[in-house]
């Protein structure tokens, strides 16, 4: 019985090194807190841009799909506007961003509706 117990304080001892401490649980939970907002902000620039990729392709494979439907003049609209688009995916700026995409539809609408 006594060697049960040797092993078992043994165990305990190793599974407590692996393990973080109260104090370091409260610190990360700390640091968390602290950079809440800016995970925010970086993950809204991310969507954003996200968006503006997806409608980029998006348009870049209705051109494609309907090249012999569009007219020459259509094609190099949606093309320039598409290239403009793609100088704005690198910004870290949400209102750039938005405005990119929002010109990049504008342009499409006109065309393809």
Known sequence: ??????WKNIIIGKIDKNHPQAEEIN???K??????????KKREV???????DASIMNIEKTIKD??????EADKT??????????????SEDIEEL????EDLKNNAIDILI
């Open 1 to 6: 019985m006594k060697k049960y117990f040797q």
């Open 27 to 29: 610190k990360a939970v």
């Open 31 to 40: 640091e968390a807190e602290q950079f809440a907002e800016e995970d925010k």
């Open 46 to 52: 991310i969507d954003t841009r996200n968006n503006l």
């Open 66 to 71: 309907n090249a012999d439907k569009l007219e």
């Open 77 to 90: 609209t949606l093309t320039n506007a598409c290239e403009e688009a793609k100088k704005h995916l690198a």
């Open 98 to 101: 938005k405005k990119a995409t």
